[in-house]
């Protein structure tokens, strides 16, 4: 892998984390590849604690970049190296993710300036994107306003879901990264929101 360091220790003993990471596995590792692809060396970058991003968390260990991250398995991947600095966001700690939520976490959001911030969602409609909880949109929505670039991962089977609480309308997306298997209708609605879209296995992206 880029840098020659490759996570292989154990994932976190989190129920609710490792039932989500065992969903659409391969799905997401090919999501998550193709983003490691977006992230240049030097950047300052924020990641989320879905489990595509952990899967991309992975595959971006050892490379020379900066981490902000609101999640404890996230954060933990990278003292495997010493090649990157890891910003960990306090707050709340939503024991079934293993994320720091709320106020805490989202001033020190506002204090902070990153090139991207990569997210993921638990649904996608025509209104925007979706997540379960409500304390994770409010720092979400902190994150992607700390961000110039705004990149979210997601499979295939999260568009036309839709969940609790919507993160942000179609528009405030900058790039989109999914699997192959999104149809030709939600491929249109994407460009036509002037998103970039990037799809794993495929050769023409964007």
């Known amino acids: 892998t880029h840098g020659g360091v490759f996570y292989t220790g154990s994932e976190p003993k989190l129920p609710h984390f490792e039932r989500s990471q065992s969903q659409n ?16 060396d030097g950047d300052t970058i924020l990641l989320d604690g879905g489990s595509t ?10 490379r020379t970049i900066q981490i902000v991250t609101n999640s404890l398995p996230v954060a933990s991947l990278f003292t495997a190296s010493s ?11 939503h024991l079934r993710s293993g ?13 902070l300036s990153v090139q991207r911030a990569i997210v993921s969602v638990a649904g ?12 994770l ?10 961000a110039d670039e705004v990149i979210v991962v997601a ?4 568009f036309g879901s839709q969940s609790l609480a919507r993160m942000c309308e179609l528009t405030d997306i900058d790039k989109l990264v999914v699997d192959h298997e999104l149809s030709a209708k939600w ?7 002037g998103i970039e879209l990037f799809v794993a296995g495929e050769m023409n992206n964007a």
Request: net charge negative; charged share 25%; aromatic share 4%.
């Open 124 to 135: 996608i409609t025509e209104k925007g994107c979706f997540n379960s909880n409500l304390l």
């Open 25 to 40: 596995i391969e799905k997401k590792r090919e999501i998550a590849a193709l983003a490691a692809s977006l992230v240049e």
């Open 53 to 62: 991003t952990y899967e991309l968390a992975q595959l971006l260990v050892g």
């Open 99 to 111: 994320v720091c939520l709320g106020p805490y976490a989202n001033d020190m959001l506002s204090q």
């Open 155 to 158: 499979d295939s089977t999260k």
């Open 83 to 93: 090649n990157h600095d890891v910003i960990l966001l306090g707050g709340y700690v």
């Open 137 to 146: 949109v409010e720092t979400e929505q902190a994150m992607m306003r700390s």
């Open 187 to 193: 491929r249109k609605r994407i460009k036509e929101a």
